[in-house]
């Protein structure tokens, strides 16, 4: 018998460092290679990361919530010398399928021969709970992160079991009330504490002694650690803001004919098992734009001898999505070769992979130009933050009946507001103005696509 060293792998991302999330076992348990053993958080993605020994847990050397740096020991192994994995076996071990729209392959894994079989893991059959509800356990953890009880969703699969849509469909009804409860503030409304007896630098700057040394109090305040995409989204939006001068034009347009055209594909045979949105219409917009105004879709490179412009001539495109893990912005690659329905699907595998945090690393990677549709939270418009690494960025308000002026008549129509922030550096104010009157021209009028 033997003792092993498993340490924190490079899953692919270049990153430095992960959170232990969750353990899957624990001392004591026989595990087979590639059986997972915990599940981690970086900076952009939720990853399973699977076992490279056949053997018994020793010891867990991390704790969940603990932030460890790639390479650093996080769980020992007892293994049998003669069935010992050992850096060459490590290496050639098959590593896990990733499921649809997620997962990686782990650096050191590789995707080679010499697998074994795994056992069945709990998620591949139903469990049913202590109060009757029927779920998978992915779709459990599904709930737990966007905050569903599941005893209030009414299940639609086969015997009474809850699905996926029914927790997604769950979650985007009650977020519409979320505001209807207002929380109450403290009990304690103010303190009064003793002056310090040497005068505290703020108070050069108009803050009261009480202000300035007075103890927090734990039932007022709670303090939130800066880990994982948090702390990426702050970097990366700190980097974006202070290095690329940021512009913002927007305009307001009559979106009624989006409309019309979303609703008869919803009612096309063809979108039956598509879910069709206006943001399929503002994505093809922007595709069709970015094809007219290329700069717009275009990068400012940093160089040895200055620095240059890369004109792309593709569309990575990507969608800012909120999911419980925090704001991602996976993409779309070649969004421009894709047909209608296909952009259709693509944006749909997109959204539910990163409601389900399985947004795999790739998926963020190499993004080219990127919408956020703040129109889902109710906001007309926005100054978006320009993505890291790209020269512009598109947001989408809410579309909602206003009166509008069409023939000299005031009538009802649906209006929204599309605003584009740009780095000035890479495109100038006429350039990024043309390319949001495309769009907004689309939206218009999306008989425009048809070419």
């Excluded at 893991?121 to 992160?145: F, M, N, Q, T």
């Excluded at 409304?189 to 505290?200: G, M």
Aim: hydrophobic share 40%.
């Amino acid at each position: 018998m033997s003792t092993q060293n498993f340490n924190l792998p490079d899953v692919g991302e270049g990153l430095t460092e992960a959170e232990i999330v969750a353990w899957k076992v624990a001392p004591g348990d026989t595990v087979a290679i590639n059986d997972v053993i915990c599940e981690i958080e970086t900076a952009k993605s939720l990853v399973e990361l699977p076992s490279p020994h056949a053997g018994v847990v020793g010891e867990l050397l991390a704790a969940e919530g603990a932030t460890v740096e790639v390479g650093s020991p996080i769980i020992t192994f007892v293994t049998d010398a003669r069935d010992d994995a050992g850096p060459g076996k490590i290496a050639t071990a098959e590593a896990p399928a990733p499921e649809e729209g997620g997962g990686s392959v782990l650096v050191g894994y590789g995707t080679g021969g010499g697998a074994t079989s795994r056992r069945k893991r709990p998620a591949e059959r139903p469990v049913r709970s202590s109060v009757g509800v029927i779920a998978k356990p992915p779709i459990r953890k599904l709930a737990r992160d966007l905050g569903v009880d599941l005893t209030t969703v009414t299940p639609t699969g086969a015997d009474g079991e809850v699905t996926r849509d029914d927790v997604v469909t769950h979650a985007s009804q009650a977020s519409v009330f979320r505001n209807i409860e207002t929380p109450e503030w403290g009990a304690v409304r103010e303190e009064t504490v003793p002056a310090p007896q040497s005068t505290p630098a703020g108070l050069a700057r108009g803050v009261s002694a009480a202000q300035a040394s007075a103890p927090v109090s734990d039932d007022r305040t709670e303090s939130i650690p800066v880990k994982g995409v948090r702390k990426a989204t702050s970097s990366a939006m700190v980097q974006s803001a202070y290095s690329a001068p940021h512009v913002t034009v927007w305009k307001e347009i009559d979106a009624s004919r989006t409309m019309e055209l979303v609703k008869r594909l919803k009612a096309s045979p063809d979108y039956a098992d598509i879910r069709v949105s206006p943001l399929l219409i503002m994505a093809r917009a922007v595709i069709w734009a970015a094809r007219r105004t290329p700069m717009v879709n275009a990068a400012w490179i940093e160089t040895e001898g200055g620095a240059e412009i890369s004109v792309r001539h593709y569309v990575n495109l990507g969608i800012a999505a909120a999911t419980p893990r925090g704001l991602l912005v996976p993409n779309i690659k070649d969004a421009q070769d894709l047909s209608m329905k296909d952009l259709a699907r693509a944006l749909n595998r997109l959204t539910l992979t990163a409601r389900e945090g399985k947004t795999s690393p790739a998926d963020q990677q190499g993004g080219t130009i990127t919408i956020t549709n703040i129109g889902v939270f109710g906001m007309d418009a926005g100054t978006p933050i320009i993505n890291p690494g790209e020269a512009g960025i598109v947001a989408m308000g809410t579309i909602s009946q206003k009166p509008w002026v069409v023939d000299g008549e005031v009538r009802p129509r649906w209006v929204t507001t599309v605003a584009g922030s740009f780095d000035h550096r890479v495109i100038d104010g006429d350039g990024m103005s043309r390319f949001i009157a495309d769009v907004a021209s689309v939206l218009e009028e999306p008989a425009l696509l048809v070419e």
